[in-house]
Nanobody
Framework: QLQFVESGGGLVQPGGSLTLSCAASGFTLDYYAIGWFRQAPGKEREFVATISYGGRRTVYSDSVKGRFTISKDMSQNTLYLQMTDLRPEDTAVYYC????????????????WGRGTQVTVSS
């Protein structure tokens, strides 16, 4: 069965840091571009970051650029999203998604999704 298991979410104060993990099972990430997306209550799902299947190309949304880092560990078949300088507006459910081949920032072009992990930034 092909699936993702996300972890690492939680409650953090503004200015704090979290690292989200997304472990893939049933398939290898080697040939998949990976994206992180998030959805806040009452809002549409939005693009956060993406990394190419080879791991050499990354793209970030303007709202997280310079604060978040996306990465892949092929040996662990896991991807990560390191988040620093977190702000209340970063509060959302975060999802990882995979797409065979080239990377994209468009959510509906990713056929495989995790179930999401909640990140809450609040004092």
């Amino acid at each position: 069965q092909l699936q993702f298991v996300e972890s690492g979410g939680g409650l953090v104060q503004p200015g704090g840091s979290l690292t989200l993990s997304c472990a893939a099972s049933g398939f290898t990430l080697d040939y998949y571009a990976i994206g992180w997306f998030r959805q806040a209550p009452g809002k549409e799902r939005e693009f956060v970051a993406t990394i190419s299947y080879g791991g050499r190309r990354t793209v970030y949304s303007d709202s997280v650029k310079g604060r978040f880092t996306i990465s892949k560990d092929m040996s662990q078949n896991t991807l990560y999203l390191q988040m620093t300088d977190l702000r209340p507006e970063d509060t959302a459910v975060y999802y990882c998604a995979a797409r065979y081949g080239s990377t994209t920032t468009i959510a509906n072009q990713y056929p495989r999704w995790g179930r999401g992990t909640q990140v809450t930034v609040s004092s």
